[in-house]
């Protein structure tokens, strides 16, 4: 089977964030949502992000993906610092070395879910690799719905199309941002077993903001963020665990 990292790779650093800090606004309505945050992702890991509402796990996982910019501080995916990158050079870091899982599934409703899914790699001017698209198609078990549109999916399979186009790139980080979000419980757990496969059985590393307990017990650690600080950091998580840290957090 082939694989993302070897398990050398596995223990260095997918990403970092040294001093992230990030205000909105100016002056004494500015709002600080990230309040010089430093943490290290490993490679090959599973790392979900949680808070309170107004934490800033989505700015942190925002800046981390490039998808907004800090105020100060450094983000780092591998060895890039994404500061220095131009418009063009970061649209090229998205596309071919990240992945992304939202909570709303953003198909195109006129593509069928294997177009939907090769798309990234269309849009880069590449072809899937065969052998690799049907090792993720089998993974998240579409290979019965390859033909169908989004209108005709239900909504769990809908985001295993995504996080199938998510991991078709073979990218260095998946970052979801509440990916369960708006799914039912069964679908929830379908897709969250596919991330756990995903970093198990490929490598992969996936960064994961949720506000769910039983979400972020799949993860191998689990970040704790309250006011914009990182607060605590859990590893070994279960679902009670998590709980209990929430309520400490006021969540």
């Not at 418009?87 to 939202?102: A, V």
């Not at 995903?198 to 307990?213: K, L, N, R, S, W």
Request: charged share 20%.
């Amino acid at each position: 089977m082939s694989v993302l990292q070897s398990p050398s790779e596995a223990r260095t650093v997918a990403a970092r964030v040294v001093g992230a800090t990030k205000l909105y606004g100016r002056g004494d309505s500015a709002v600080r949502a990230l309040d010089d945050v430093s943490f290290e992702f490993p490679a090959g890991a599973f790392t979900a992000i949680m808070g309170p509402s107004g934490s800033g796990k989505s700015t942190l996982l925002h800046c981390l993906a490039g998808l907004d910019t800090l105020t100060s501080g450094q983000v780092c995916i591998g060895d890039t610092d994404v500061a220095k990158l131009s418009d063009g050079e970061l649209t090229l870091l998205r596309r071919n070395r990240l992945g992304f899982i939202f909570q709303t599934y953003n198909l195109v409703p006129t593509l069928t879910a294997q177009e939907n899914i090769v798309l990234p790699l269309r849009l880069g001017g590449r072809n899937a690799d065969p052998e690799w698209l049907a090792q993720v198609v089998a993974a998240v078990g579409l290979a019965d719905r390859l033909g169908h549109r989004p209108a005709e999916l239900s909504g769990g399979q809908q985001q295993r199309v995504a996080a199938a186009r998510a991991l078709v790139t073979r990218p260095e980080i998946v970052f979801a941002d509440e990916p369960t979000g708006a799914l039912d419980s069964r679908s929830s757990g379908e897709l969250l077993r596919f991330l756990r496969h995903a970093v198990d059985e490929y490598g992969q590393t996936i960064v994961m903001v949720t506000h769910d307990p039983v979400a972020a017990s799949y993860a191998d650690r689990v970040l704790f963020l309250r006011d914009g600080r990182v607060v605590s950091q859990m590893t070994e998580p279960t679902a009670d665990r998590i709980l209990d840290a929430m309520k400490g957090l006021g969540e």
